[in-house]
């Protein structure tokens, strides 16, 4: 038997790649099954982003770069941060790293110390807890509630400060519950850290993702306070459709940036070098390629909410960004479907991707197990026959 340390023990794996993983598998088994799990652009990444890492690669771009970053990229995410949400930053106050994953782990680790305290509202998304507890912080589950769209008030930020917090987490447009908070919502939640030593972490891989006339806001761009106690944090998976690249950024505090390059420059390095010449070049969308995927996704986000909130006993409040569609189906908890009992989000994933060949992922890792996220990048064609086989699935 293998030693494995205590820190790999505490880690479950990820329940939205655990249902995916399950979903392909059934797959290989010649199943058709409609999967509603990954959150992964459907789209391929567009011709003249992959064009630009080939240009790279045969231009010999495959040696060691920059720990942070090539100097390039990090000039460009400072111009966009500038044009696009009214943030100042220096190429030395942003780092690129692998993925908005390895972004919120490198971050964490970089300001948290054992025994911090994080507040982090629910929903989350399912990395958030691991990420804490790796960097030896304490997790801070705050319950919203769906009268309130899933997002936290000031009065319960202010409630669930102590002695001991560190880092307000905040991730808008969200996942998994699809809600973007306004500009309002984001200035009273930056109201209440004034005049405390707290840092926000936040999480605006979306941004670009944002439907029904939605407005959004990095609380970076709140206030001079809200600026400087902000990490924020974004990339290049879901608005580009750049999943397999793994390229995410982080922008803030030099003194945190600094301290991030050093935790990176032993854990990776930099970036891969070619792909950041791709990411360059992604912001060079001349066609409006992210707007067209963006139109895409609207439609989707429209249609697969309007079905599920035809379903009798399913409430599912509409997407203003991201591509989820996160409906409460508790009113099903306690009943017999196809014969077997549903009593949790887990036990309704489950048998609706056994039975009626529909993967979901359950709400509970996610903190809501009232609920169950249903991604919607995929094709409309699967989102309405993927309902049509709910719908079935819960009749029974």
């Given at each position: ?119 982090v509202p629910a929903p989350y998304w399912v990395t958030y807890p691991e990420a804490v507890k790796l960097a030896g912080g304490v997790f801070v589950e705050v319950a919203t509630s769906k009268d309130n769209g899933y997002k936290i008030t000031p009065a319960q930020l202010k409630a669930a400060i102590t002695p001991k917090t560190a880092m307000f987490l905040i991730n808008s447009p969200n996942n998994p519950g699809g809600f973007t908070y306004t500009p309002e919502e984001l200035a009273a939640l930056a109201k209440v850290l004034e005049g405390t030593n707290i840092m926000v972490l936040s999480d605006e891989i979306y941004e670009r993702l944002v439907y ?185």
């Amino acid at each position: 038997m293998s030693k494995i340390s205590k820190r790999a023990l505490s880690v479950p794996g990820s329940a939205t790649m655990a249902v995916d993983s399950r979903a392909k598998e059934l797959k290989a088994q010649g199943r058709n099954v409609i999967s509603f799990g990954a959150g992964e652009p459907d789209f391929d990444t567009p011709q003249y982003i992959k064009d630009a890492a080939v240009k790279a690669l045969n231009g010999g771009k495959t040696g060691y770069t920059a720990t942070p970053g090539i100097l390039e990229l990090r000039e460009a995410i400072a111009n966009k941060l500038k044009t696009e949400n009214s943030l100042t930053y220096s190429a030395k106050q942003i780092i690129v790293n692998i993925g908005a994953k390895h972004s919120v782990y490198e971050t964490m680790q970089a300001i948290i110390d054992e025994g911090d305290e994080v507040i982090v509202p629910a929903p989350y998304w399912v990395t958030y807890p691991e990420a804490v507890k790796l960097a030896g912080g304490v997790f801070v589950e705050v319950a919203t509630s769906k009268d309130n769209g899933y997002k936290i008030t000031p009065a319960q930020l202010k409630a669930a400060i102590t002695p001991k917090t560190a880092m307000f987490l905040i991730n808008s447009p969200n996942n998994p519950g699809g809600f973007t908070y306004t500009p309002e919502e984001l200035a009273a939640l930056a109201k209440v850290l004034e005049g405390t030593n707290i840092m926000v972490l936040s999480d605006e891989i979306y941004e670009r993702l944002v439907y029904n006339g939605t407005k959004f806001m990095s609380f970076a761009a709140v206030s001079a306070d809200a600026y400087s106690r902000t990490v924020t944090i974004n990339g290049f998976s879901k608005a580009y459709a750049m999943t397999g690249w793994r390229l995410g950024y982080s922008a803030g505090p030099a003194d945190v940036i600094a301290a991030m390059e050093r935790l990176q420059s032993h854990m990776t390095q930099n970036p891969v070098s070619f792909a950041q010449y791709a990411a360059l070049a992604a912001f060079d969308d001349k066609e409006g390629v992210v707007e067209k995927m963006r139109q895409e996704f609207e439609k989707r986000a429209r249609y697969m909410c309007d079905r599920l909130n035809a379903i009798q006993g399913v409430v599912c409040p509409e997407p203003t960004g991201a591509f989820y569609c996160f409906p409460d189906v508790s009113s099903y908890y306690g009943k017999t479907i196809g014969g077997v009992a549903i009593n949790n989000s887990m036990d309704f994933a489950k048998n609706l991707l056994e039975e009626a060949n529909v993967a979901l992922v359950p709400g509970g890792p996610f903190g809501c197990d009232k609920n169950v996220r249903l991604s919607f990048a995929c094709s409309m064609k699967n989102i309405e026959e993927g309902i049509n086989r709910l719908e079935k699935w819960l009749k029974s």
